[in-house]
C-alpha cells in the first residue's frame, strides 16, 4: 500500500496517509482541521525512488543484459523493481506472472507502463 504526504496550507503540518491508490479525496489536516491539503507524494517520493530503483537496475550487470536481449523474465523483474513494493493492480501482476514464465505479452506492457508509471510523474491536480 503506497504511503502519500500531504502538506497542510494552513498550518504546513505534514501528514501521511495510507490509502487506496486511485482515491481522489484528500484527509484533513489532524492538527487545525483544515481541508486544504496538497499531495506531496508524487513531487518528491515517487521521483527520488525510481531513481533509486533505475540505479539499482543500471548496476546489475545480469538484469540489464537480459533487457537487451528483451527477456520477458528481466522486464518482469525490472517491473517488479520499478513498483517496488507497492501493490500493483492483479492484471499487471498476472502479466508479471506471464512474463516470469518466459512469456512476452506484446504490445500491452508498453500500455500498462504508461498508465501505472505515467500516471504517476506530474498529473495536475484539479481539486
Ligand atoms: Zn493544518
Not at 30 to 36: A, F, L, V, Y
Given at each position: 500500500m503506497p504511503v502519500y504526504e500531504y502538506i497542510c496550507d494552513s498550518c504546513h503540518q505534514i501528514v501521511s496517509s495510507y490509502r487506496q491508490r486511485f482515491a481522489v479525496a484528500a484527509p484533513s489536516c489532524?492538527?487545525?482541521?483544515?481541508?486544504?491539503l496538497r499531495r506531496i507524494f508524487s513531487v518528491f517520493s515517487v521521483q527520488r525512488t525510481y531513481t533509486d530503483v533505475y540505479e539499482d537496475i543500471l548496476s546489475d550487470r545480469q538484469l540489464t543484459q537480459g533487457m537487451m536481449r528483451n527477456d520477458p523474465r528481466a522486464l518482469a523483474e525490472w517491473s517488479r523493481r520499478m513498483s517496488s513494493g507497492e501493490k500493483s493492480p492483479p492484471e499487471y501482476e498476472e502479466l508479471t506472472e506471464r512474463m516470469e514464465k518466459g512469456e512476452w505479452p506484446s504490445g500491452q506492457i508498453e500500455e500498462k507502463r504508461e498508465e501505472l508509471f505515467g500516471q504517476e510523474r506530474g498529473k495536475p491536480e484539479s481539486d
Open positions: 489532524p492538527r487545525c482541521g483544515s481541508n486544504e
